[in-house]
């Protein structure tokens, strides 16, 4: 019935990487390795993992024309994701400036460039493309009012799933569409607010994950992941809150993993698997994700996944 199991509407990056002995603090230069480009971008990221492990796959994105997005689009394209709602122009591609420090973590500045053109309008006239796909995922490096777009504009069976990063506060309407809402630590933390401040205690936030799962179900969606690195995650319904162990691997860099989650999670509910089965999957997609250097070249094929 669907042409598509997965929509991604995101972000694409140009990854410029540079690993680092240790991140430079404020006012301080470090010195680090040499400079390597990367394809990237929250978005773009998540299309290609879930194009390479099987999903039939398509992007709502922008790119400039110019070398950044050109290979962008090659990735895209060698991957297997449909390309046809990439639109070029109007200002130049996005951009990451990334450092990656010996256990792998990094830390990311995004220049949105182009995915900050990527308008409601643009997402209006995609229509056809919402309503061939099953599921239809989002990331926040885009404008908040597309995103408020394509939950207007989803099929009335379709499913969405949002990964809110980076975060900012989210209007009811979308918080209501979420099915799940995927978090990280930070993400749930800032997204809680004042709402995550325990028994009123001023700049007190719950330490307990399951607290930030509930809470943020309180606010709407209909389901909750938080994801919590090598502690696994945590799946939240109205049927309850569940833990998730971790897939214990040796993490190269780190980038671009919380993307491979994302991507699994979403095809494999569209294929009918129950939120904490999803997760279960996508928990090995994302460590396999940070066993390899750059964000989409260290996705795995679904039988890469198996023999994890
Ligand atoms: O999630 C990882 C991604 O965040 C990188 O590829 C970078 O482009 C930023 O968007």
Not at 13 to 22: H, M, P
Not at 44 to 59: F, P, S
């Amino acid at each position: 019935m669907y042409d598509y199991d997965l929509l991604v509407v995101g972000s694409a990056n140009a990854d410029l990487v540079i690993g680092v002995e240790r991140r430079p603090g404020a006012g301080e230069t470090v010195l680090g390795s040499d400079l390597a480009v990367h394809p990237g971008g929250k978005g773009a990221n998540q299309a290609v993992a879930a194009a390479r492990l099987g999903a039939r796959t398509a992007l709502l994105a922008r790119v400039g024309d110019d070398a950044h997005g050109r290979l962008l689009l090659d990735s895209q394209r060698a991957a297997g994701v449909d390309t046809a709602g990439v639109l070029v122009g109007g200002a130049p591609t996005g951009v990451a400036l990334i450092t990656v420090d010996p256990s792998g973590d990094n830390s990311i500045v995004v220049s949105p460039g182009a995915n900050g053109r990527l308008t409601p309008a643009d997402v209006r006239a995609a229509a056809s493309l919402l309503h061939a796909s099953r599921v239809v995922s989002a990331q926040l490096e885009i404008p908040l009012e597309t995103v408020v777009e394509v939950v207007r504009g989803l099929a009335p069976d379709s499913r969405f799933v949002l990964n809110p990063s980076p975060p900012r506060p989210l209007p009811p309407e979308v918080l209501a569409a979420c099915d799940p809402l995927i978090v990280n630590e930070h993400e749930a933390k800032v997204l809680l607010g004042e709402d995550g401040v325990e028994d009123g205690v001023e700049g007190s936030v719950s330490d307990a994950p399951e607290d930030w799962a509930r809470l943020l179900l309180a606010k709407g969606p209909r389901s909750v992941v938080v994801t919590l690195g090598a502690e696994g995650a945590l799946v939240a319904s109205a049927q309850g809150v569940t833990r998730l162990p971790a897939v214990k691997v040796t993490a190269v860099d780190t980038t671009g993993a919380g993307d491979a989650f994302t991507a699994a999670l979403a095809w494999r509910l569209g294929a009918g698997s129950s939120l904490a089965e999803a997760a279960a999957y996508a928990s090995r997609v994302g460590a396999a994700a940070v066993t390899g250097q750059g964000a989409q070249d260290s996705f795995p094929t679904a039988a890469e996944v198996e023999a994890l």
